[in-house]
């Protein structure tokens, strides 16, 4: 195995505003040999993610960020190709952060953060990049547990094309609520409400967002699944319910940002509404996700559960496809595809 050649994407620089291709060094390096304990992953799709703009940052944050000079961390799902551990076979279908590169060298002391993937597969690989994957877990976490979301109130997203906030917006469906998806072209607004069932859409690059959704959610709004920040809450919060509930899950809009970004200028609507907002991080349920994956691979299976995938070919791509997550040019996952699926 030592012969294969191995290509990396290294982080060189911490990006300042958008991200940057000279921000990564490309490298080859050959593949050493396998040491007792270890295994040898070929990877086979990329996740590419809002939260890998945080890694790259040196700043407090869930995780240590990466480090310049260190492969950047990654979802990755891929195959073993070698393994000199009882625990997993050649051919073995895996998952983990196994970075942006061909080949993962996993460590006897490290396995524990592979996950191994169900023989035979009940649904397509790249589904364990969507919704049998942490994407999924976020969803469904932050919109069962904190969101509460009750029959009959109404549940507002945003980023609702995205991979989470589109999965966020079925559950709400399938618990009987009316969801409203918030999204940046009518292209989006189309997919929701067409494909995915959701009650309305709001274009928030074109429509006054106040009055729309005011004109959206008659009774209020419930649940509010944060994905975004900025002046989207702030519209929001203008419309929220008594005892209200916001997941904070993400703040896309501001991880560009180059100086802090005010908070929400309708921060006192939070005590006068008696609204929660809690921010989490999925692996904040981690011991909890088999519960996760079980409702949602039963969705998926009752075609409850919908999700699109945009796939971009070719490792050497991938610090230009990451731009996608910050312009609003895709729909659903984003993944890109590093080689052949065995």
Not at 320 to 328: H, N, S
Request: charged letters at 20%.
């Amino acid at each position: 195995m030592n012969k294969l050649i191995n290509r990396q994407w290294r982080l060189v620089a911490r990006p300042v505003g958008d991200i940057k291709s000279s921000d990564f060094e490309y490298r080859e390096e050959p593949i050493p040999h396998l040491q007792n304990g270890e295994v040898l992953v070929r990877n086979i799709y990329l996740s590419l993610d809002p939260t890998n703009r945080i890694w790259m940052s040196d700043r407090p944050q869930y995780m240590p960020p990466v480090e310049l000079g260190q492969v950047m961390r990654g979802l990755v799902l891929g195959v073993v190709e070698e393994s000199q551990n009882p625990n997993f076979q050649a051919g073995d279908l895996v998952s983990g952060l196994l970075g942006w590169q061909d080949y993962a060298i996993v460590s006897s002391q490290n396995l524990f953060s592979l996950t191994k993937l169900p023989k035979p597969l009940p649904v397509p690989l790249t589904a364990f990049l969507g919704p049998l994957s942490f994407i999924g877990c976020t969803a469904y976490f932050g919109l069962i547990d904190i969101g509460k979301p009750q029959a009959g109130e109404t549940v507002v997203v945003s980023a609702a094309a995205g991979a989470v906030g589109s999965i966020v917006g079925q559950i709400a469906k399938i618990k009987g609520c009316r969801v409203v998806g918030i999204t940046g072209s009518d292209e989006k607004c189309q997919w929701l409400l067409e494909e995915l069932g959701f009650d309305a859409a709001i274009n928030y690059k074109t429509a006054d967002l106040i009055p729309a959704l005011a004109e959206s959610c008659p009774n209020g709004i419930d649940v509010y699944f944060e994905n975004v920040g900025g002046s989207i809450l702030d519209a929001v919060l203008t419309q929220v319910n008594l005892n209200a509930r916001i997941p904070l899950c993400g703040l896309i809009s501001t991880y560009n940002a180059q100086k802090p970004v005010p908070g929400p200028y309708n921060f006192s609507q939070i005590l006068m509404r008696r609204v929660l907002v809690k921010g989490f991080i999925v692996t904040d349920y981690l011991q909890q996700w088999d519960i996760a994956f079980r409702d949602m691979g039963k969705w998926l299976q009752e075609g409850k559960i919908k999700y699109t995938e945009e796939i971009v070919a070719g490792l050497e791509n991938a610090p230009t496809a990451i731009l996608k997550l910050f312009d609003g040019n895709k729909i659903g996952k984003l993944i890109v595809k590093i080689a052949e699926e065995p």
